[in-house]
């Protein structure tokens, strides 16, 4: 189980870059099966090569980067629809994946890696390894977390929700979008680097489906953390990649199923997680369950009951017996009572109207 664990870390790192272009800049990326690979192949040649594993790890990372600007390239100056431009440069990249890797795979079992010290202590599979893999994840989580607090994250989050919107404010979006490839599917190819050197290999077709193992893990942490905050959505694609891995582990106990139907798990999982998603009754919940929900026993903001004496509800309010309350700059003046003498207040006469003077003729 611990093993599953690992994996699911990893992948968490491929997970994140998945987040950063189908949540937030809401970009159909397909590059993530093939930048995969790019990343891993990338490294695994550098470190055959005798390069350092940490200068490795960095270099699968930036070949990813490297297959996210193609496909930014593609959409933003060829004008090409984002879901076929990143089909093209997928078919595009699986031949040069297997010019950068010369074969169909390589092995890095008799070099050393970033593994290494942990193979060799027998520690791979261990809490040890969960605890490392774990700060690597929480590194990417919040380097993430950071570069959408930032002005230029703000900008690409805006580009996502409203293109149009962001453009007519000034934001560049064929900029962003293109970064935002970049900085996605270099996580992608640090994904590959790290899981090629803990395995001790990588295939020309280790990256295939995993595009459905990205979105199962966001739309998995999504459900459980919700997306109230950044950094619960962050944290939730995390603990929504190891989720993932973990069911597929127990799956896999059963024997009903077997090895070659773990991409028929993802695909069922993806579907159960979309059509559960879409379910008011399992959101609320979530709801219930989670400590940043809304307070129930508050009331909403509109629902607040006005304050007797409120410069809005002076006109509606009852008189009371008390002083009233403080008159508006612009309210009319009362009407002050004419002063009378204090004395005995004798019976009121009648009004007569005044009779007009009898003339000299009239008796």
Same mark, same amino acid.
């Given at each position: 189980?611990?093993?599953?664990?690992?994996?699911?870390?990893? !992948?968490?790192?491929? +997970?994140? &870059?998945?987040?950063?272009?189908?949540?937030? /800049?809401?970009?159909?990326?397909?590059?993530?099966?093939?930048?995969?690979? #790019?990343?891993?192949? *990338?490294?695994?040649?550098?470190?055959?090569?005798?390069?350092?594993?940490?200068?490795?790890? @960095?270099? @699968?990372?930036?070949?990813?980067?490297?297959?996210?600007?193609?496909?930014?390239?593609?959409?933003?100056?060829?004008?090409?629809?984002?879901? /076929? +431009?990143?089909? /093209?440069?997928?078919?595009?990249? !699986?031949?040069? =994946?297997?010019?950068?890797?010369?074969?169909? =795979?390589?092995? /890095?079992?008799?070099?050393?890696?970033?593994? *290494?010290?942990?193979?060799?202590?027998?520690?791979?599979?261990?809490?040890?390894?969960?605890? $490392?893999?774990?700060?690597?994840?929480? $590194?990417?989580? $919040?380097?993430?977390?950071?570069?959408?607090?930032? %002005?230029?994250?703000?900008?690409?989050?805006?580009? @996502? %929700?409203?293109?149009?919107?962001? +453009?007519?404010?000034?934001?560049?979006?064929?900029?962003?979008?293109?970064?935002?490839?970049?900085?996605?599917? @270099?996580?992608?190819?640090?994904?590959?680097?790290?899981?090629?050197?803990?395995?001790?290999?990588?295939?020309?077709?280790?990256?295939?489906?995993?595009?459905?193992?990205?979105?199962?893990?966001?739309?998995?942490?999504?459900?459980?953390?919700g997306t109230r905050f950044m950094f619960l959505a962050t944290l939730g694609v995390v603990v929504?990649?190891?989720?993932?891995?973990?069911?597929?582990?127990?799956?896999?106990?059963?024997?009903?199923?077997?090895?070659?139907?773990?991409?028929?798990?993802?695909?069922?999982?993806?579907? +159960?997680?979309?059509?559960?998603?879409?379910?008011?009754?399992?959101?609320?919940?979530?709801?219930?369950?989670?400590?940043?929900?809304?307070?129930?026993?508050?009331?909403?903001?509109? &629902?607040?009951?006005? #304050?007797?004496?409120?410069?809005?509800?002076?006109?509606?309010?009852?008189?009371?017996?008390?002083? &009233?309350?403080?008159?508006?700059?612009?309210? *009319?003046?009362?009407?002050?009572?004419?002063? *009378?003498?204090?004395g005995p207040v004798g019976p009121i006469d009648p009004v007569v109207p005044d009779q007009p003077?009898?003339?000299? &003729?009239?008796?």
């Open positions: 189980m611990l093993s599953a664990i690992d994996l699911g870390l990893i !992948y968490a790192l491929l +997970a994140l &870059g998945v987040f950063l272009t189908f949540r937030i /800049l809401n970009f159909a990326d397909l590059t993530v099966d093939a930048s995969f690979v #790019t990343g891993g192949g *990338t490294a695994a040649l550098c470190i055959i090569h005798g390069l350092s594993p940490w200068l490795a790890t @960095g270099a @699968g990372f930036l070949a990813g980067a490297v297959a996210g600007l193609v496909t930014g390239l593609l959409h933003t100056k060829l004008k090409i629809d984002p879901l /076929l +431009a990143s089909i /093209l440069n997928m078919l595009a990249l !699986y031949s040069i =994946n297997l010019r950068i890797m010369g074969a169909g =795979n390589l092995s /890095l079992l008799r070099v050393r890696t970033l593994f *290494t010290p942990l193979q060799e202590a027998r520690l791979i599979g261990s809490w040890l390894s969960v605890l $490392l893999l774990g700060l690597l994840a929480l $590194l990417a989580k $919040l380097v993430l977390d950071w570069f959408l607090s930032t %002005d230029f994250g703000l900008a690409v989050q805006a580009t @996502g %929700d409203n293109l149009g919107m962001a +453009a007519s404010l000034g934001v560049s979006t064929d900029w962003t979008k293109i970064v935002t490839l970049m900085l996605a599917n @270099g996580l992608v190819g640090l994904s590959g680097a790290v899981m090629a050197q803990y395995q001790g290999f990588i295939d020309i077709g280790s990256g295939t489906g995993l595009i459905l193992a990205g979105l199962a893990s966001v739309i998995i942490g999504n459900a459980i953390l929504g990649s190891v989720v993932y891995r973990l069911v597929i582990f127990f799956a896999l106990k059963w024997e009903f199923f077997r090895a070659q139907d773990m991409k028929l798990i993802s695909a069922v999982m993806v579907i +159960a997680a979309l059509v559960l998603s879409q379910s008011k009754t399992l959101r609320n919940s979530f709801s219930r369950l989670s400590p940043w929900r809304p307070k129930a026993d508050l009331p909403e903001p509109m &629902g607040i009951l006005p #304050t007797p004496g409120a410069p809005l509800t002076v006109a509606a309010s009852p008189p009371t017996a008390g002083p &009233g309350p403080l008159q508006s700059v612009h309210s *009319t003046p009362p009407v002050q009572p004419i002063a *009378t003498a204090p003077s009898p003339g000299p &003729g009239e008796a």
